[in-house]
Nanobody, 121 residues
Framework: VQLQASGGGLVQAGGSLRLSCAISGRTLSSYNMGWFRQAPGKEREFVAADSWSGSVYYTDSVKGRFTISRDNAKNTVYLQMNSLKPEDTAVYYC????????????????WGEGTLVTVSS
């Protein structure tokens, strides 16, 4: 199983980015997907999750600004990030798993390499 995250970059505060995560080796429609991020010197934190049944979850700090979605036909999950803030700066990771404990890293058994998002003020 491989996950390839892309779409990161440098953006000014208030701008937008769309991250993509392409999955190979698993059929996306049968699994839950999550996005996490890790800022320098901080622990990895939950950002958003999209369950195989269609439920979505967000951490409070991104509600109303970020949207997680999936295209099962393309085996790809997305994270649309709007109204970006400097505190959103981090390496963003996508992950796939079968557990319903979405905010926990233990709910996911495969992870992508990460893509860096830098938001300038």
């Amino acid at each position: 199983v491989q996950l390839q995250a892309s779409g990161g970059g440098l953006v000014q505060a208030g701008g937008s980015l769309r991250l993509s995560c392409a999955i190979s080796g698993r059929t996306l429609s049968s699994y839950n997907m999550g996005w996490f991020r890790q800022a320098p010197g901080k622990e990895r934190e939950f950002v958003a999750a999209d369950s195989w049944s269609g439920s979505v979850y967000y951490t409070d700090s991104v509600k109303g600004r970020f949207t997680i979605s999936r295209d099962n036909a393309k085996n790809t999950v997305y994270l649309q990030m709007n109204s970006l803030k400097p505190e959103d700066t981090a390496v963003y990771y996508c992950a796939i798993g079968g557990s319903s404990r979405y905010p926990s890293t233990y709910a996911y058994d495969y992870w992508g390499e990460g893509t860096l998002v830098t938001v300038s003020s």
